[in-house]
């Protein structure tokens, strides 16, 4: 198989950006567009987006931000360009939640690390029940990338406890989804209505 050059890949995602009318869609992208912690693509984008000719091309740079993985090049930009609001009001708003997001998501990893790694039981049981109130996607997939590559030792006991919180985990996730379906940078939005149409 041949990988498509960088342009076309680029391209695909700046198309796959350009359709998206909810969070949801906007979080698959920053997922999928964050899980090479090498790829930058997802701060460009930002980048370009918060030079945006309208108020919602800006939140959807701010959204993207919020949704994507802890990783060098974002936590870059959220210490740099998004360290402030690049506007009042709404735009405020969006930030921060975007923010909001991106902290709870870096949260959900440390509680999900805590929870493997901690030798005390009732330390890792008190991380893994925390865990499962604010994770995502994004850190319940770093979390399984760590354990199966080794980087990080999940004992029995630990394994054991995680199997049984998979349906609440399930659960989670897809409430999460019908959520961010009904929503714009973190603002409802009427069925059938687009914020830049």
Wanted: aromatic share 6%; with cysteine; charged share 30%.
């Amino acid at each position: 198989m041949t990988v498509p050059p960088e342009g076309v890949v680029r391209d695909l995602r700046r198309e796959a950006l350009d359709r998206a009318r909810d969070d949801a869609r906007l979080a698959e992208i920053a997922f999928c567009a964050t899980a090479d912690p090498g790829d930058d693509w997802i701060v460009s984008a930002v980048l370009e987006d918060l030079r945006g000719a309208s108020p919602a091309i800006v939140a959807r740079g701010l959204t993207l931000a919020g949704y994507g993985r802890a990783h060098a090049p974002l936590e870059q930009l959220w210490a740099c360009e998004l360290a402030q609001p690049p506007a009042s009001g709404w735009l405020a708003g969006v930030h921060c939640r975007a923010r909001a997001e991106f902290a709870r998501h870096r949260r959900a990893l440390a509680l999900g690390r805590a929870f493997a790694a901690d030798p005390n039981d009732a330390a890792a049981a008190a991380a893994f029940l925390q865990f499962q109130r604010v994770f995502d996607l994004r850190a319940l997939d770093m979390l399984v990338d760590d354990v199966n590559s080794g980087r990080l030792a999940m004992g029995d006991t630990r394994r054991d406890q995680w199997a049984l919180g998979g349906p609440e985990r399930d659960a989670r996730l897809s409430a999460l989804r019908t959520q961010r379906e009904e929503t714009f940078g973190g603002t409802r939005r009427e069925r059938g209505m687009h914020p830049w149409t």
